[in-house]
Each structure stands twice: as C-alpha cells, then as structure tokens.
C-alpha cells in the first residue's frame, strides 16, 4: 500500500513534504512501528482531529508515537517480552471518529445534501441514482419528518491488502462513502473511519462490534445552508469482495452447504460446491429469519448456513439480507473470463 492510500484525506496534500519518496519513507517507518511494538489488541480513538496522521500535522506522527499516548489509546492483552513469537500473530485496529470528514464534504456541497434531504422526489420506473431505488425509498419513507432533516445515510467497504509487496502484514481500511453528495463527489473522496494490521485475515467481529457502537451513538452538530442540524448516521449498504462478505455477514463462505448470502440454495458437491438451477426456486432470505438464526446458530452447529451473529443486525435500517450486494467482479467479470478461456480451449 502506497502512502498516497494511507492518508487520511487523500485530497489534502501536505505541503511541507519534500518530497514523494519522504512520504514513503515516512509510512515504511510507520508501518515497522507497528511491527516493532510490543502491543496488540484493540485502540479507540476519540478524536480525529488530535491523531491525523497526513492530514492535520505539517510533519505527521508517526503510529508509535500515537500508541504511546496513554491518553489516546486502550491498551488491551498486552503481551509481555517473553511473548514475542507470539506477537507475529496479534491484529489490532484503529477506530477513527468520522464527523470532522463528514461535515466537511457535506459543507463543501451543502446546496445538494440540502436539495436531496428535503426535495427528494421520485417518478415511477425512472433510476437515476440510489435515491430512486426501492430499499432507500423504504429507509426514506420510514424517517419520520424531522428525521428526514437530520440523516446521512452511507455504504460501507473494507478489504485487505498487502502493505508492501514481501510483507506477510497487511492492513484493512474500512471506508464509507455518503450517499447524498453528488456521484462524482461521493465516489472520489470515501471516509476512513478504521484501519485493521495484523498478519492474517482479522476477526471482523470483534472489530465490527467498536464500529457498529461508534456509529449508533455518533451525533454530528453541522451546519447546512444557515441551518443548525444534528444529523445521524445511517449504515444502508455493504459493499465488499464475496471473501469478506461471509465473515462479516456471519454465514457460511461460498462454496460452502447454504453460502448463499440470498436465497437458501443448499448447493450441490460435485469436487466443488456448485449451485444449479434447480426446477423450484429457492426461497429468498429474509431480515427477520436470519436475525433468528443468528440468534440460534454457532460456529459449531450453524443454521442453514449462518454460523454466528453479524453485529451489523444492531444497525438501525440495515438489512442483514438485502444490505449486502452480489460482488460483481468475481460473480460476472471473473465469470465471464473463465467461460471465454473455457471456450477457446475447446
């Protein structure tokens, strides 16, 4: 991972850097903090403003300096020196409060955020962006009208990636993207709002659990066209790889009996799991019936395929089912290519 991906608003350069390769230096030493510090567990971080890391400083802290204050991090499962081979297989995660880059961008396009949270107008059988689809206009609906003026609602993404090409260490953004800004607005500058290390693919629930109680009790005081609102947090959307979405969804991967985050397909083993048509459709999931099976299910005994509670079930509005979307990349994209290679080998 690059520097220019790790800053916290990628879109504010620092302006006392030297130089590109400075940057990069400075985020390789950043990095072997992490490795080098004798901690694990988890760190919540209160204030945005007090932990930029590229964005608020002229000279950005590096992540050692930042764990070392006591004032700013809880320490939890701190290993002692005699654990060190142990450290290599600890995670640990950064919990960004995301108000001071939501007023931001909202202020910045206050005319729109304004326009759609109080004008939003539909027509029949038209799309032409999220606010025309059937799940936002049921959130929308259910608002009540004073609600209708304090909301932001947002999608939310995370995925893995390799912080340097050799490195067994990777890091997790999780990212949300505001859905009442213009597309081309929205779709470019996302809000970081955690950041998962660790040598392996990290325990989503423990990490899921900070984030869904930051966004539950996050007001933000913001001001839109002369108007003092206090507007509230609306998780709508999850938008990650098919990889991530079991784990976080709390089912069963893929190719798993039941891994179909959908419908209740039970699959078919044939070397592999597949998924034929079958002469009756499946049933469809439905919200309310995975939240009782994630009530009854466990990791050991799961329950058509979910294995555990998702802790996005305590998100107000969002739908453990229809929340999540098919991944279009492996599921088409990829897809396709293995036919069309398939074809020319015949």
Known sequence: MDAQSMELDPDKKNEDSDSDSDQNSLYKDNFKALDDYNT????????????????????PKNL???MDSEEMFEKINVPTK????????????????????????????????DRVTKELQHEQNILRDIYDGIKYREFYSSLSLE??????????????????????????????????????????????????????KPDMTIFLDKFVDLINNIRIPCTINNQ????????????????????????????????????LHPGVTVGVKRFPVMRKQPELRQHDEMISLMLEADSENPKFGVR???????????????????????????????????????
Not at 40 to 59: E, M, Q, V
Not at 234 to 263: E, M
Request: proline share 5%.
């Open 40 to 59: 694990s567990g988890s760190f919540w971080l209160d204030d945005l403003y007090n932990i930029s890391i590229a964005r608020a400083s002229k000279k």
């Open 64 to 66: 050692k300096e930042l």
């Open 82 to 113: 005699n654990d060190k081979n142990d450290q290599k297989k600890y995670c640990y995660f950064i919990l960004l409060d995301p108000s001071e880059q939501i007023v931001d961008l909202l202020k910045n396009n206050e005319e729109y955020f």
């Open 147 to 200: 609600e209708r003026k304090n909301y932001v609602s947002m999608v939310f993404n995370t995925d893995g990636a390799a912080k340097f090409k050799c490195s067994k260490q990777s890091v997790w953004p999780l990212y949300l993207m505001i859905n009442e800004l213009p597309i081309q607005i929205r779709t470019k500058h996302l809000v970081v709002c955690g950041l998962i290390f660790g040598p392996n």
């Open 228 to 263: 003092e609102r206090l507007l509230k947090i609306y998780i709508l959307t999850c938008c990650v790889d098919a990889v991530a979405r079991a784990p976080i969804q709390g089912i069963k991967q893929f190719n798993g009996h039941y891994g179909c985050s959908w419908c």
């Open 308 to 346: 555990f509670p998702s802790p996005l079930m305590n998100l107000p509005q969002f739908d453990v089912v229809d929340g999540f979307i098919p991944d279009y990349l492996h599921m088409a994209l990829e897809g396709y290519l293995y036919r069309s290679l398939a074809g020319q080998e015949r």
